[in-house]
T-cell receptor, first 112, second 112 residues
Framework: DGGITQSPKYLFRKEGQNVTLSCEQNLNHDAMYWYRQDPGQGLRLIYYSQIVNDFQKGDIAEGYSVSREKKESFPLTVTSAQKNPTAFYLC???????????FGDGTRLSIL | SQQGEEDPQALSIQEGENATMNCSYKTSINNLQWYRQNSGRGLVHLILIRSNEREKHSGRLRVTLDTSKKSSSLLITASRAADTASYFCATARSNTGNQFYFGTGTSLTVIP
């Protein structure tokens, strides 16, 4: 079955540590996105990529980094520069920028 | 904020009743989409309405769009307990390439 997979489901970060969240899709979608969701809030765009080897900052990119070396994969690194990383992180993909997005089931990141 | 705003923030109804939630946005759009999120899960796309459409139906869902008022509504008829979830509108802005902007969501509780 086609879909989008995020791992791990839960992740804990120590102070000063970088952590990487995985996002893989087998839908053959060109566009991929990373969102952050805080409790009771909507989604805020961190980074998005329209094509392999290209990505753009969203509204809250500071303290995060991404790569898009393969069409199927769009990992997100939460760096130590992100001072408030505790949140629910959602990855999504779509055929193009205007079509419906398919979401993974998220990674919940907490601070130890 | 460039995000949309849903109204109400929370809604509680009895099973069998209709649920209406509204979305307002600020800029011109190419389309508007509604998504559903069950607790702790990713978002699931429900319906897309284009800027030149005024109403769209899908099963028990009815969506309207008024571009002059920059608003949309989602009606769920004959609600079921399984409809309990958060509902978000998302706008594909007409001049930002592949960026979506999500609203803050309406939390719907359907009481059996």
């Amino acid at each position: 079955d086609g879909g989008i997979t995020q791992s791990p489901k839960y992740l804990f970060r120590k102070e000063g540590q970088n952590v990487t969240l995985s996002c893989e899709q087998n839908l053959n979608h060109d566009a991929m996105y990373w969102y952050r969701q805080d409790p009771g809030q909507g989604l805020r765009l961190i980074y998005y990529s329209q094509i392999v080897n290209d990505f753009q900052k969203g509204d809250i990119a500071e303290g995060y980094s991404v790569s898009r070396e393969k069409k199927e994969s769009f990992p997100l690194t939460v760096t130590s520069a992100q001072k408030n990383p505790t949140a629910f992180y959602l990855c999504a993909s779509s055929i193009n920028g205007e079509q419906p997005q398919h979401f993974g089931d998220g990674t919940r990141l907490s601070i130890l | 904020s460039q995000q949309g705003e849903e109204d109400p923030q929370a809604l509680s109804i009895q099973e069998g009743e209709n649920a209406t939630m509204n979305c307002s946005y600020k800029t011109s759009i190419n389309n508007l989409q509604w998504y559903r999120q069950n607790s702790g899960r990713g978002l699931v796309h429900l319906i897309l309405i284009r800027s030149n459409e005024r109403e769209k139906h899908s099963g028990r869902l009815r969506v309207t769009l008024d571009t002059s008022k920059k608003s949309s509504s989602l009606l769920i008829t004959a609600s079921r307990a399984a409809d309990t979830a958060s509902y978000f509108c998302a706008t594909a802005r007409s001049n930002t390439g592949n960026q979506f902007y999500f609203g803050t969501g309406t939390s719907l509780t359907v009481i059996p």
